[in-house]
């Protein structure tokens, strides 16, 4: 890097010795309390001597992906949905106890969806499987169709499985702990974008199986009869 200095009385530094002129140079290493000047053609400042706030000028070009918030639904109360039917898009029954909304807060962000589901079912556990499902500003809740099986001939088409209990039969007093975790959703959406989250549940056989959120089928009092909590957490996550 080159300096022009200029000046009339000359200066002297650690090392060096430069004249009025600037023609008669010792060599050294000089400290200067500050520079004025373009820094256009600087290079190879060490990291550690960048110091200070940039506000404007610099651009992303990949892998900066942040959480930006967070939102989340707890619920310990007891809730119930009957199932009159088997399987079809038209009888999704929603656990809307857990809903969960956000308000996005950049273009295109993604949504990662995460969660636990208590309860216990009348008939068989197996039978009962849950769907995610969005509402976009308060409109239409409908399932998220990458965050279920695909369409396959009949086959039902959930996000996943009631973590059975007993195969066989609910027993009164099986709760399970249905998980999920790592879905990622992304609506495309603008920023200022109300997005709510809902589990739907569904029978995949049968008719008339109710389901019961945090509690088992009999809820009597006694230390047999769990009582639980489900959550559901939705995480903005920046591109």
């Known amino acids: 890097m080159a300096i022009t200095i200029s000046g009339t009385d000359g200066i002297v530094g650690a090392g060096f010795t430069l004249d009025a002129s600037g023609a008669s140079v010792t060599a050294g290493v000089g400290t200067f309390s500050s520079l004025q000047g373009s820094a256009a053609s600087l290079t190879q400042i060490p990291a ?3 110091v200070g ?8 070009t990949g892998g900066f992906g942040k959480i930006l918030q967070v939102a989340n639904t707890t619920t310990n109360g007891a809730a119930s949905v009957t199932l009159t039917s088997a399987y079809a898009n038209s009888n999704i029954y929603y656990l809307t106890s857990l809903n969960t909304t956000l308000t996005t807060t950049e273009t295109n962000s993604k949504i990662l969806i995460s969660g636990n589901i208590f309860g ?3 008939t068989y556990d197996h039978v009962i499987s849950f769907i995610i499902s ?8 409908t399932p998220i ?12 088409r959930v996000t996943t499985i009631m973590n059975v209990g007993y195969y066989d039969d609910d027993q009164t007093s099986t709760p399970s702990v249905t998980s999920f975790s790592n879905y990622i959703y992304e609506p495309n959406q603008a920023s200022g974008t109300s997005i709510t989250i809902s589990i739907g549940v569904v029978a995949t056989e049968g008719n008339n199986n109710t389901f019961y959120l945090n509690r088992s089928v009999n809820d009597l009092n006694g230390g047999q009869y769990e009582k639980g909590v489900s959550s559901v957490t939705l995480m903005e996550v920046g591109s």
């Not at 706030?53 to 992303?60: P, R």
């Open 145 to 156: 169709d990458t965050l279920r099986g695909p369409t396959y001939g009949d086959r039902s």
């Open 134 to 141: 969005s509402s976009i500003d308060s409109g239409t809740t």
């Open 48 to 50: 550690a001597n960048i």
């Open 120 to 122: 216990e079912t009348t």
């Open 53 to 60: 706030v940039c506000t404007s000028g610099l651009t992303k």
